[in-house]
Structures are given as C-alpha cells and as structure tokens.
C-alpha cells in the first residue's frame, strides 16, 4: 500500500482535491479532519476530546491522532493505496506514517504540497461551505453548488464549519504553520516532495498534481505534463 499524501496550509485546497485524484487513482481518501468532524458529530470521546483543540484551532495532540490514523489504514479498503489528506501535521506524525507503512512493505510515494499564500487562505476558508454527508467543500464565489445549499455529490444538506469563524482561521493560521514546514522539510529530505501552485483554478491544479505525480510510481492515466518539483 503506497501513500499520497496532500500537503498544504488550512483551506489550501487539499479536500477539493482529494476526491478528483482519488476517483483517478481508485484509493480512498483518508482525511483526519473529517474522521475528527464525525467523532463530533458522533459525540464520542475521541471527538469530545479533539473538539476542544479544533475549535481552538489546535492541533490535537499526536498520540491521538497517530491512534485514529493507523486504525483507519488498518481497514481493508486501505490496502492498495491511499490518499492522505490532512495527515500527517508534525514530524512526529510523519515519522508514525514512514514506520507503519514500512511494516506493512509500503511508502509514502509523494507528498504533494498545495502552495497557496496567507492572504489567499482566509478568503477561502471564510467563503467554504461543506457537506454533512462526506464534507465535500464548496465556495460562495468559487466554486458554487447546482442547487444552493445542497451538495452536488451526494444531495446532503451545506453547512460553515465551526472553525472556518475569522477567530478561529486566525488562531489556525497561527498555530499550524511552523509545524507544516517542519512535515514539508521531512519530505523534501525523504526525496518525494512535490509543489503544485495552488493559486491556479481547482481543473488547473488538478492537473498539476497529476503532472506532479509522473514518475512517482503512482501514475494517473493520460498524464503528459510534468509539473516543478
Ligand atoms: P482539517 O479538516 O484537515 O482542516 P485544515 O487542514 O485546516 O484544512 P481545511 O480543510 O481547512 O482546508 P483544505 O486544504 O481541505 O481546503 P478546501 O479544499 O476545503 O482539520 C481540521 C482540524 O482538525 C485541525 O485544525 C486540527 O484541529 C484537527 N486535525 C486534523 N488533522 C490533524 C492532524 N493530522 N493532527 C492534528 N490535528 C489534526 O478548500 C478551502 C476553500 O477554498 C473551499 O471553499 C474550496 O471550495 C475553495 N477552493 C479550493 N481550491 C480552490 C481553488 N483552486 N481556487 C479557488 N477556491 C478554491
Ligand atoms: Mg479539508
């Protein structure tokens, strides 16, 4: 089972384009935000506990995440390949993902990183609204559902996260960054760091992902263009 992992800052892009590539690929989608938002909505204890850091725009800590993380790629579904989108966050975390993959024969094929900067990131995380079914994300402005307020996917009713307030964006902003860097500089070290300009159109940077990912071993279908490494 070889990873893909979708780096970027939040609201960079990486949940618009992890169902594109994975619908190319034919892996699931792994999100660790979006298993967090059902343990939410689902009034677990994990999701009791991780709530009181997302709504402070909180990483939650590394032992439980690394723990939801692995449990997921346990699952059958996961055997082949996996899209990675939100994890991992901190070094800690990527060194988990580098030792449980090797376990199991497997690697992190490509991180690709979503470069999008600061000013741009509030901007779309203020205008996101997401699905209750799957939180597929959409935008007021630029990337607008069929029919308002429903999801063009799966039918299920959009709603604003709680964390997308401006407080909060900001507190996200500020707390998560450093240690993007530090999972950035893990994989350019690790040889399989791909950027992808993410201030292009969602098509466009759908495109340079699967242009990214030539060469990797995790080839899309009809691919021709390479992208910057
Ligand atoms: P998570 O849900 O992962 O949030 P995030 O990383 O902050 O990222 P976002 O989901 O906000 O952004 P995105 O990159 O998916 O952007 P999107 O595609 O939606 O995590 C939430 C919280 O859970 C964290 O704060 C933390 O507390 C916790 N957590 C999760 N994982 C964790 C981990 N591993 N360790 C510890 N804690 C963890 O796009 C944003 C908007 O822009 C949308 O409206 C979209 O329509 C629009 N858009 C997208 N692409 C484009 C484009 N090219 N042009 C114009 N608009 C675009
Ligand atoms: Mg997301």
Redesign the pocket.
């Known amino acids: 089972m070889n990873a893909v992992v979708l780096l ?10 992890a169902p594109l590539l994975a619908e190319r690929l034919g892996v699931p989608i792994v ?4 298993l ?2 059902a343990a939410v909505r689902d009034g677990t204890p994990l999701g009791m506990d ?1 709530r009181r ?2 709504d402070a ?6 032992d439980i ?1 690394v723990r939801l ?1 692995l449990d997921r790629l346990g699952r059958a579904d996961a055997a082949h390949g996996v899209i990675l ?6 070094r800690v ?1 990527a060194q988990a993902l580098d030792e449980a993959l090797a376990e199991r024969g497997a690697r992190v094929a490509a991180a690709v990183l ?1 470069d999008v900067p600061a000013e741009e990131l509030i901007d ?2 203020s ?4 699905c209750r079914a799957a939180g597929h ?3 007021e402005r ?2 607008r559902p069929h029919v308002p307020g429903i999801c063009d996917l799966d039918g299920s009713e959009l709603y604003q ?1 709680p ?2 307030r401006p407080d909060t964006i900001r507190a ?1 902003m500020a707390q ?1 960054l450093s240690a993007l860097e530090d999972v950035i500089e893990h994989y350019r070290q690790s040889g399989v760091l791909k950027t992808v300009d ?5 098509r466009e ?1 759908a495109d340079a992902i699967n242009a990214a990912l030539v060469g990797t071993g995790i080839e899309p279908a009809g691919t021709t263009e390479r992208a910057a490494g």
Request: hydrophobic residues 30%.
């Open positions: 970027g800052a939040p609201g960079a892009g990486k949940g618009t384009q999100a660790t935000g979006g967090f938002r991780a850091y997302m725009g909180q990483l939650v800590p590394d995440t993380l989108d939100g994890f991992p966050r901190t975390q979503v779309r995380m205008g996101r609204w997401i994300p959409y935008h630029f990337s996260r964390d997308d996200r998560q993410g201030l292009q159109g969602i940077v």
